[in-house]
C-alpha cells in the first residue's frame, strides 16, 4: 500500500483547479501584490516560486522590492496604497521585516479583505468561529491534503504539536471546526509521548529535525509534517520518515505540506478577488 | 480542607480593585452604552445586574431600550453613534437579538477598541495571538478563579469541554496562552471518559445539567463550572457537585464562576477607557 500523501500531486490539481475558475473570469484577473523588504535570500526565493505560481494559474504580480533602510512609516504608507487601490486584490508582505520595523503593526495595517497570508487577527477570530474566507495558508493546507486523502476528520483525536501563531494554533481550530478532538501541545507539554500514542492524527509544526519516532505513535495514525529542517545538508521534517512504516498515511518532506502553502496562497488570492467583486465565494 | 471556590468573594475582591482604580482618576469615570431590544425577561435581569456592578465600581452607565421592531439599520446608525462619542468607552449589546436582526453583523459593527464583551474577530484574533486587551468575559473569569487560588496552570492537561464562540473556544486559547496542553472536546468527541480521567483542570461549558459524574475524573482534579441549568427547579452547573469528593478544587452554582461574568466586564470597561485614553493598561 502506498501510504504516503503525495503533495506536490495535490497541490497540482489545486492550481489546476484555480487556473480553470481565473480562465471563467473572462479576461479579469486578480492581482496580488507582494512587499519584500531587503536582500534575505531564502525571502527572495519564495517570492520567485510565488511568482512562478502566479504566472501558472494566471494571478498578475506586482513585486515591491524595497531597500532593508525603509522607514516603518514608509511602507505603512506603501500598504495604505495597495489597501486603496481597487485593482489590487492580495497584499502580501514577505517576512521576516528588518528589526527597526514592528511587524505587527505592517501586518494590521492591511485591510483584512486583501490578506491573503490570513495573519491579521480579524481573519483568526472569523477563523475561530468558524466564518473564514481567508485562512492562513500553511495549516489550511494541512486541512486540505486531509480532505484530499478522504480523510474523515470528524471525531478523531488530533493532536497538534506547536502552537506558532501561523500554523500551530490557526491548525488546531481548523481540526476543531472539522469536529476533530484536538489537542494543542508545546514545549510546556509534560507528557507528550502519552498524547502521540492516543493521537489518530498528529501534526507536528516545531521545527525540530525527525522530532516525532516511530516508538512514539500508534499502528495506523495519520501524520502531517509541517516541518522543514536541513539534518547533514540534507531536507528533513520534524517527523522521522520511518514512521512510514506504521503510519497509515504521512506526508513527505520535500514533497508534503511544503507545495501546499504557495498553492493555498493563490486559492486567497482568488477567493479576496471574489469577495472584493461580490461574487460567490 | 475548603476546596469549594468562593466566586462570589473574589468577584467582590476583583470589584474593589476596579473601584479603586476608577476613584485613582481624580472625578473621571469610564462609561459603559448598554443595548437591549426587546422584552425578554432574562436580557432585562442580567443588564439591571450590569448597572448595579457599574454603580458600585463607578462606571457610568447609559442604558438603551429599543423596540422589539427597530430596524436592523437603525440598530447598526445607533452603534455609528456610539462608536464615534468620545464620551462612551464601552458598548454592550445585549443578546440574543430578535430574529429578523443578523446579531453578526451588529457585533462586527461594534468598535474593536470599545467591544467590552471582547467578542469581535479582531478581540479574538488578538486572544489567539496573545495580544489581547479586551477578552471575553466568561472565560477570563475562569482564568482569573485558578489564578486567584494560586493554580499553576504551566504544564497541566487542560480539558475544555464545550467549544462556543464565547466560552469554550476563547477558554481553550486563553489555557494554551497560559501554557496548558489544552483539548477541547464537543458532542462530537467518541471517548469523552478517556480525557476527562486523565485531565488535570477540566471546564464544563455545554448547558447539560450535571454532567459531569465523580467517576469521570481523577483525584485531586480541578473543575471549573461555568453550566448555569435548573434541574426540578434547583439552579445547578454541568458537574454533579458530588465531584466536591475527588476534586481538589471546585466552583459551585451558584456563586462560583457566575458573578464573575460582569466583575470582568466591569474590568474591560476600565481598560478599554485606558486604551482610549492612552494610558497605561
Known amino acids: 500500500m502506498n501510504n504516503i500523501i503525495n503533495g506536490t500531486e495535490i497541490a ?18 486578480p492581482c496580488l501584490a507582494v512587499v519584500i523588504v531587503g536582500d534575505d535570500y531564502a525571502s527572495h526565493v519564495y517570492v520567485k516560486n510565488k511568482n512562478k505560481a502566479c504566472e501558472y494559474v494566471g494571478i498578475k504580480s506586482d513585486t515591491y522590492f524595497l531597500d532593508t533602510n525603509i522607514t516603518e512609516q514608509d511602507l505603512l504608507t506603501l500598504i495604505e496604497k ?6 489590487v486584490n492580495g497584499i502580501l508582505v514577505q517576512l521576516p521585516l528588518p528589526n527597526h520595523i514592528n511587524e505587527k503593526n505592517i501586518l494590521l495595517k492591511i485591510n483584512p479583505l486583501k490578506d491573503v497570508d490570513g495573519f491579521h487577527p480579524y481573519n483568526i477570530g472569523m477563523l475561530s ?8 495558508c500553511t495549516p489550511a493546507g494541512c486541512i486540505e491534503l486531509l480532505k484530499r486523502y478522504n480523510v474523515d476528520i470528524k471525531g478523531k483525536n488530533a493532536l497538534v504539536i506547536g502552537r506558532s501563531n501561523i500554523v500551530g494554533k490557526p491548525l488546531s481550530m481548523m481540526l476543531l471546526n472539522e469536529d476533530a478532538t484536538v489537542t494543542t501541545a508545546h514545549t510546556k507539554t509534560k507528557n507528550l509521548e502519552y498524547l502521540t500514542k492516543q493521537a489518530d492524527i498528529i ?18 495514525a495519520i501524520l502531517i509534517d509541517v516541518g522543514m529542517n536541513r539534518d547533514n545538508d540534507k531536507l528533513c521534517g520534524d517527523i522521522d520518515f520511518s514512521c512510514s512504516q506504521k503510519a497509515s498515511l504521512i506526508t513527505p518532506v520535500p514533497g508534503g505540506v511544503g507545495p501546499m502553502t504557495i498553492t493555498m496562497l493563490m486559492k486567497n488570492c482568488l477567493i479576496a478577488y471574489k469577495i472584493q467583486n461580490n461574487m460567490n465565494v
Not at 489545486?14 to 487556473?19: F, S
Not at 468561529?129 to 492562513?136: C, D, E, G, R, Y
Open 129 to 136: 468561529t468558524n466564518n473564514s474566507m481567508l485562512k492562513s
Open 12 to 29: 497540482k490539481i489545486i492550481k489546476d483547479e484555480i487556473k480553470k475558475n481565473i480562465e471563467d473570469l473572462q479576461g479579469k484577473k
Open 203 to 220: 501534526i507536528v509544526a516545531i521545527g525540530v529535525a525527525n522530532f516525532l519516532k516511530p516508538h512514539m505513535i500508534k499502528e495506523g
Open 82 to 87: 495597495l489597501n486603496n487601490d481597487d485593482n
